[in-house]
């Protein structure tokens, strides 16, 4: 056929072109066992939180660790800007886990953060808020767990009985023994589906294996909104997320008029969590021009290394709680 010879002669006539280019996709694409992190930037929360408010002058930021898969190129420039940390895969998957499931967990991370700072600001401000339904999402399987249950799996009950925390399943399984087996509901991808777990011993404490993480559904008055990318997870933006919906709800203006930046997790009660990845938050912090940087107490020293090491003249403050850090932003001259 024709048709098939235009073909042929035009491999023929090109092939060196076409094998460069096959080439240069190759070295582009193939990823080694390692990811490069690098300072990354800020999302102002002000465009993210959607509730009315026109009297907020500065800004309320979270910060993120940019995190790029190990390509050649990408290792290559790791080499050039001091900066760039080259980590082994394995120092950030969770056994045989690959980058892309460590992203699907860190959504769920993302929006267990943005309910408990939701929950939490609306309490604080005193702004009504009604929690209607719990959602216990399954995070982790132990290798010594007999069970059918997968990851992802939302827990709806055990043996029968509706479970609204960990801590529900945990007293149904201490009125166990060992090697019972209990029968447990779960939601799999929007169907429900009967699993089983059998009861281990470990340590004088009966375990099933698994581990959970809570979300939750809510109404609120006012009406509120969190806008968020794909391409956004983790947990480390919950004590700016939950400043930044309280700045929405009150009518003074905690920033000031500053760039006020910030990480740490947050738990429902109001406390700050530690996080990874300070050194390139707090650059970014730094890069993106910003007044304060708010960390986690646990990693104060490390942001303070790391200001010193780069000379930055960014202020750090360190808080344990949700309070803590209000009360600095209100008496902020």
Same mark, same amino acid.
Not at 53 to 61: C, E, R
Not at 66 to 86: H, Q, R
Not at 258 to 278: A, F, L, S, Y
């Given at each position: 056929? *024709?048709?098939?010879?235009?073909?042929? !002669?035009? +491999? $023929? &006539?090109?092939?060196?072109?076409? /094998?460069?280019?096959?080439?240069? =996709?190759?070295?582009?694409?193939?990823?080694?066992?390692?990811?490069?992190?690098?300072?990354?930037?800020?999302?102002?929360?002000?465009?993210?939180?959607?509730?009315?408010?026109?009297?907020?002058?500065?800004?309320?930021?979270?910060?993120?660790?940019?995190?790029?898969?190990?390509?050649?190129?990408?290792?290559?420039?790791?080499?050039?800007?001091?900066?760039?940390?080259?980590?082994?895969?394995?120092?950030?998957?969770?056994?045989?886990?690959?980058?892309?499931?460590?992203?699907?967990?860190?959504?769920?991370?993302?929006?267990?953060?943005?309910?408990?700072?939701?929950?939490?600001?609306?309490?604080?401000?005193?702004?009504?808020?009604?929690?209607?339904?719990?959602?216990?999402?399954?995070?982790?399987?132990?290798?010594?767990? *007999?069970?059918?249950?997968?990851?992802? !799996?939302? +827990? $709806? &009950?055990?043996?029968?009985?509706? /479970?609204?925390?960990?801590?529900? =399943?945990?007293?149904?399984?201490?009125?166990?023994?060992?090697?019972?087996?209990?029968?447990?509901?779960?939601?799999?991808?929007?169907?429900?589906?009967?699993?089983?777990?059998?009861?281990?011993?470990?340590?004088?404490?009966?375990?099933?294996?698994?581990?959970?993480?809570?979300?939750?559904?809510?109404?609120?008055?006012?009406?509120?909104?969190?806008?968020?990318?794909?391409?956004?997870?983790?947990?480390?933006?919950?004590?700016?997320?939950?400043?930044?919906?309280?700045?929405?709800?009150?009518?003074?203006?905690?920033?000031?008029?500053?760039?006020?930046?910030?990480?740490?997790?947050?738990?429902?009660?109001?406390?700050?969590?530690?996080?990874?990845?300070?050194?390139?938050?707090?650059?970014?912090?730094?890069?993106?021009?910003?007044?304060?940087?708010?960390?986690?107490?646990?990693?104060?020293?490390?942001?303070?290394?790391?200001?010193?090491?780069?000379?930055?003249?960014?202020?750090?403050?360190?808080?344990?709680?949700?309070?803590?850090?209000?009360?600095?932003?209100?008496?902020?001259?």
């Amino acid at each position: 056929m *024709d048709w098939l010879k235009k073909i042929k !002669d035009f +491999i $023929l &006539s090109n092939i060196k072109f076409i /094998i460069t280019v096959i080439v240069i =996709l190759f070295v582009c694409t193939f990823e080694l066992p390692y990811v490069v992190y690098k300072p990354g930037g800020l999302v102002n929360l002000n465009d993210r939180i959607i509730i009315d408010n026109d009297n907020i002058k500065g800004s309320l930021s979270m910060c993120y660790v940019s995190l790029m898969k190990g390509t050649l190129p990408v290792l290559g420039l790791s080499y050039l800007f001091p900066n760039w940390d080259i980590i082994p895969k394995e120092d950030i998957t969770i056994d045989d886990e690959s980058v892309d499931d460590l992203l699907e967990l860190d959504r769920l991370y993302l929006q267990e953060s943005i309910d408990n700072a939701t929950i939490l600001a609306y309490r604080k401000a005193g702004k009504e808020i009604n929690i209607t339904k719990e959602i216990n999402n399954v995070i982790y399987i132990t290798d010594e767990a *007999d069970t059918d249950i997968e990851v992802y !799996d939302k +827990i $709806l &009950s055990v043996e029968g009985q509706d /479970i609204s925390s960990l801590e529900d =399943l945990k007293e149904i399984v201490s009125k166990k023994k060992e090697n019972d087996t209990i029968n447990i509901l779960v939601d799999r991808n929007g169907k429900k589906i009967n699993t089983t777990s059998k009861i281990y011993k470990l340590d004088d404490s009966l375990k099933v294996g698994i581990s959970t993480l809570t979300t939750y559904e809510y109404t609120t008055d006012p009406e509120i909104k969190v806008k968020t990318k794909s391409s956004e997870a983790g947990s480390s933006g919950g004590l700016m997320l939950s400043l930044a919906i309280y700045n929405k709800l009150t009518p003074e203006d905690i920033t000031k008029g500053k760039k006020i930046v910030g990480t740490g997790t947050i738990d429902i009660n109001g406390n700050v969590g530690e996080i990874d990845g300070v050194k390139y938050k707090l650059l970014g912090a730094e890069k993106n021009k910003a007044y304060v940087f708010l960390c986690p107490m646990e990693n104060y020293d490390e942001a303070l290394k790391v200001k010193k090491d780069n000379k930055l003249d960014i202020i750090i403050k360190a808080v344990s709680t949700f309070d803590e850090a209000l009360t600095y932003l209100t008496n902020l001259e």
